[in-house]
């Protein structure tokens, strides 16, 4: 994915790419971007994918969001350690094999992976806290940057929520939208027809998804927009926009008092955005914790861990003064878990 022309460095990312394979030997391997004008000349002479092509690419992140959904609920809660991903590799596979036969293969693919999850062993009788780990795209959702940040929590006793991948391309549709309606923008109307269509898209795999008792509705942008309405504008697509603020303040009214922010350290965009917003969002929802973690290749390891057992323990101790209100709240010991990158030290 790519942004051509921003203020986010994720603006940068396919140049950055360019680079690596180039040093690597891979001068001759194109990349294909999200642009569809190519206006940083990243593909020269290939033009980009064909509707058909990204509606598949539509239908497979929908799948996913909701597998990995399904994953995360039950993962922290599995009778056989490792059954769940297990289970979620294999699914994944077979949907990425369907889709080169076509959309019906697909579909195929994930009414059975819905039918592999309902097999899957699990007691949530005792339920876990809940933390959302939010955050700037790449350290979100790629575990190498950010040292395996949901693996660390599950180990320590949390379920996690992560954001949906289809809110990065739906958030930039609202703004569109939103520029359009109350502002007069005069630009094509494709938005309308992209958000549409990707909502088409969801509601049809959340009636197949609807056969786990764990599965419900997904929140749509909209939903997430309201909670912030009167502090950040739709039309800002500066960094995530008005992206993590609206996630977190969802969360926070469902009950969640956990929240990480991950960042990298020069990214200036979610600096404003981000841990911008969280004075105003601790107001509105008193008692939550929001975790600002800026995280670069050179970011000592032992620092986040630090961090993240402080988190840790504010939730295990307010969760322990409230089952037992008349007793102080004692600290958590600290975890044996270590950082497979660590295990040699």
């Known amino acids: 994915m790519a942004k051509p022309i921003c203020d986010c460095r994720m603006a940068n990312y396919t140049a950055i790419l360019r680079k690596a394979l180039d040093s690597a030997g891979f001068e001759a391997v194109p990349i294909l971007t999200t642009d569809p004008g ?3 000349g990243i593909h020269p002479g290939v033009s980009m994918l064909g509707a058909r092509s990204v509606l598949l690419a539509a239908w497979a992140f929908s799948m996913l969001d909701i597998l990995e959904e399904l994953c995360r609920k039950i993962r922290p809660y599995e009778a056989i350690a490792g059954e769940t991903n297990r289970v979620f590799q294999s699914c994944v596979e077979e949907i990425a094999q ?3 036969k076509g959309l019906g293969q697909m579909l195929a693919a994930f009414r059975r992976s819905i039918n592999a999850f309902c097999g899957l062993h699990y007691d949530r009788s005792v339920r876990k806290p809940r933390v959302l780990v939010t955050g700037e795209l790449l350290v979100n959702f790629h575990p190498g940057t950010n040292f395996h940040v949901v693996e660390y929590l599950e180990k ?4 996690t929520i992560l954001p949906r991948i289809t ?3 739906r958030k930039d549709f609202q703004a569109a939208i939103s520029e359009i309606r109350d502002f007069g923008a005069h630009l094509a109307p494709y938005s309308f027809a992209l958000d549409a269509a990707v909502e088409g898209i969801q509601r049809y795999l959340e009636r197949i998804a609807a056969a786990h008792p764990l599965y419900h509705k997904a929140a749509r942008p909209q939903d997430l927009y309201d909670g912030v309405s009167g502090i950040i504008p739709k039309t800002l697509t500066c960094g995530e926009g008005w992206l993590m603020a609206g996630e977190i303040a969802h969360y926070a009214a469902e009950g969640v008092r956990s929240f990480i922010i991950l960042q990298p350290f020069g990214c200036l965009p979610n600096h404003v955005c981000g841990r911008g917003v969280t004075k105003r969002l601790k107001e509105l929802y008193p008692g939550v914790q929001i975790l600002p973690l800026d995280l670069d ?3 000592s390891y032992a620092n986040v861990e630090n961090r993240l057992q402080m988190l840790i323990m504010n939730q295990s101790a307010e969760r322990e003064a409230m089952e037992s ?3 102080p709240a004692r600290r958590t010991p600290r975890s044996n878990y270590h950082h497979p990158a660590l295990s040699s030290t």
């Open 38 to 40: 190519d206006t940083k």
């Open 98 to 100: 369907g889709s080169k």
């Open 156 to 159: 320590n006793g949390m379920e």
């Open 167 to 169: 809110y990065q391309f």
């Open 297 to 299: 290749p050179d970011t």
């Open 325 to 327: 209100p008349e007793v």
